[in-house]
């Protein structure tokens, strides 16, 4: 009867300090990520127009697009700042 009861999961300090530390980089990188679409998104309207010779655009493809892939492209690009391998 002692042991039926529901069982805890033992978590040492270092594994809850862990958890926030890694938390926090993944805030980080959005954080970073955003900042960094949102320069695209400026720059696409002040210089963008100037390298369509070089980098022609599809019909439809504006600022608001072009950051949003620069977003997922970031996230992609420095995905390497998150260090799961400390959970393996």
Known sequence: MQNCGKSTFKRTSIDRLMNVLVLCIFGFLAFMCTILAI???????NEGSQFTVFLPRQDGNNAGFSAFLTFWSYVII?????PISLYV
């Open 39 to 45: 320069g695209n998104y400026f720059w696409e309207l």
């Open 78 to 82: 420095l995905n390497t700042v998150v």
